[in-house]
């Protein structure tokens, strides 16, 4: 029910074509079977299609067309179940260096914007997301600077060239720019169970120059924020086409599939929870327009919008993917049906840049109570 | 004109011409449904529906020569915005703007819409529904109430229930079994008449709020003439179900006079209080008012996404089930939370403490959201066969 620009449309499109012929479940289960959970493979025809430049702005090598036509594209990752580190590179890093502008910027969001380079954010240190929370630091005088910490859930960690680190110098929150292959980081990867990227990393006495700071204090703060509402957003919006194509295909089977003589679809236990369903997302998808919308604008709404999208399409994504189980029976078990990864993709998404509870509990925070 | 300038003169005219005491925030009483038995609040009420009537915006979407503004989406949208960023009240809320208005749009031969729009626009004329009966609800289209043709006018005789203001209104929007010999959905005709009209009596029915602004409604021989029926014989099923759909979105949407909108956080604070963490002393409720404020912003967002495909001249169709679903379910989670944060003081329900039970008495009232305009389970019925396809 959404209204799109012209520019907004032809994005959609192209990249349900794009996405649909060759980078679907089919794709994403022969990554799966060779145990790539990277798909370095995509990127280049990504940054071909301008999508790693995204919101870059031109001056910095993207295509600057904002945080909608972006949330466009994440639908559709999130329904081929698509591997690649748009989230984690074009949106987050992308996000953040715009942001930051400077030296920093100028050499490595063109990169990002090419896919000559990936840049994926260090932030989470435990179980549950809390940027707030930071052990990891930076120390020593200037022309001595050393990082140690250690980093969990870094998403595209595993492959990315740099990585941006948020660490605290004092009581400064500091934005560093580290190369993983530095004497003393060591990346461990993990097998996740929706078989996207991820590592943990430590640092130990990581050297730094005064240049690889990307921002600290008040200006990293804004930074951050920045960043981690476009992200959420985004993260929404892929959990948004997760969400969608495990109902789709759980509409089309209550459309199929007979017991009693009759077809499924016919009981109306089935259809009152299908329709319900079907209004959760109606609603979700205008929420995440609206927060979409909000960054582009750079409104005041802009915290509130994207948080709120991002508890509310926890809700609605599982869901979504539970009922879609449920009401396939015993098929909706098996690992031949897509919608166990569906699944497993959207617990994943839940957990990336903080979850129903999370950010519920910072909205009622912001209403005093 | 340009869109600025029409920006700008709009908040020019409503400066001058929407009266102080327009400005501050109503209760229900306050609200002007116009109509012959309408007796205005204050002299300030009847000077803005003058006011706004002679402009046209009382219904700013409808065409002029029917009584509207004419004004394109756009349009709308700003006098929407200038009217909320002075706080101006609806000048005139009404049936037949929501409900009869659209349809007669639709439906209504030129006469008709010439000769009833104006009324509506300028509050002159106040509708009430006539659709429900005792046997049929949910399943509206086994209405028994009958319509027997003599020639020049219809004979009607029936029962309907559950009438809104059938006490306080004029005319009835009414269905009626004028074709006996068809089948249940094809024999309806969509009547309008007179609530004087000999043969008419009403009986209020007292709901659970206290209030009591619904009726029985008894029509023995109503006489109707023949032009008071919108559209052909045996159409009045196809008009009936295009009506209900601009009702759902009118109930759907949470700013009509259907829902009073508090607010619930700084409610519960003044009531509760905050721990030594700064929370909400309550914390189950606490947890349960935030997911409510998280699916109230997601609803906001989707009504405004919604207002703005519907101002692009869109119609909602089906999809006014969902509006409707999600916007009174909303509600009702919003009117339990409102009193359960009021505690014991909520449960007053008389006299000058405690605005009289307010609380409880819109708690109350919440629950027929769910009920009136198709009960949630029928719009998850439409919804699953209409808009997702399923088998019926
Ligand atoms: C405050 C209020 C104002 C109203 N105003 C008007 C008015 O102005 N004019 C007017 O004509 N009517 C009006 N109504 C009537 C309203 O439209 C009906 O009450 C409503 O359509 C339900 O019909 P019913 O009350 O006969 O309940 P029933 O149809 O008997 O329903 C009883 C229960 O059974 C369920 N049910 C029924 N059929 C099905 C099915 N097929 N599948 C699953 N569940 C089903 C319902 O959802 C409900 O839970 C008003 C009602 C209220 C509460």
Known sequence: MELLSEDQQLIADSAAGFLRDGHGIAA?????????????????????MGWMGIVIPEALGGVGLGYRAAGLIAEELGRNLTVSPFVSSAILAGTALASAGGDLAQNWAPKIATGDAVVALAMDEAAKHRPERIATAVTGAPGALKLNGRKTYVVDGGVADRLIVTAKRGDD??????????????RAPQVMLDH???????????EIAGADILAQGAAADQILAKTLAAGRAIAAAEQLGVAKAAAEQTYDYLRTRKQFGVLIGQFQALQHRAADLYCELAQVSSLIAAALNALDEDSAEVETLTRAAKAKMARVGRQATEEGVQMHGGIGMTDEMDLGLLMKRDRALTEFLGDAGYHTEWILRQRGI | MDIDTFRSETRAWLEVNCPAEMRTPMGEDDICWGGRKFVFRSPAQKQWLEAMAAKGWTVPAWPKSYGGGGLSGDEQKILAEEMQRINARPPLQSFGIWMLGPALLQFGSEEQKRHYLPLIARGEIRWCQGYSEPGAGSDLAGLQTKGVDRGDHFEVTGQKIWTSYADKADWIFCLVRTEPEEKKHTGISFLLFDMESAGVSTKPIKLISGASPFCETFFDGVKVPKDQIVGARGQGWTIAKYLLT??????????????????????????IGLDDTGR?????????????????????????????YMR???????????????????????????????????????????????AAKDWLRSKANTIEGGTSEVMLSILSKAVLKLPG
């Open chain 1, 28 to 48: 994403f289960r022969a990554l799966r079977e060779v145990g790539d959970d990277a798909n370095s493979a995509i990127l280049a025809d990504l940054a071909e």
């Open chain 1, 173 to 186: 929150l500091c934005l560093v720019m580290c190369d993983p292959l530095a004497v003393g980081v060591t």
């Open chain 1, 196 to 206: 996207c990227n991820t590592a943990a990393v430590i640092f130990e006495d990581v």
């Open chain 2, 246 to 271: 601009h009702e759902r979105e009118m109930i759907g949407a949470a700013d009509s006079a259907l829902f009073a909108k508090s607010d619930l956080a700084a409610d519960a604070l003044a009531a």
């Open chain 2, 280 to 308: 909400l002393d309550d914390p189950m409720l606490r947890a349960e008012m935030g997911q409510f404020l998280v699916d109230e912003l997601c609803f906001d967002a989707h009504l405004d996404m919604t207002g703005a």
């Open chain 2, 312 to 358: 692009a001249g869109h119609e909602l169709g089906a999809r006014s089930a969902e509006l409707k679903y999600l916007g009174t379910e909303l509600n009702k989670r919003r009117q339990s939370l409102r009193v359960a944060a009021g505690g014991s003081d909520d449960l007053v329900w008389e006299g000058a403490a405690n605005d009289a039970g307010q």
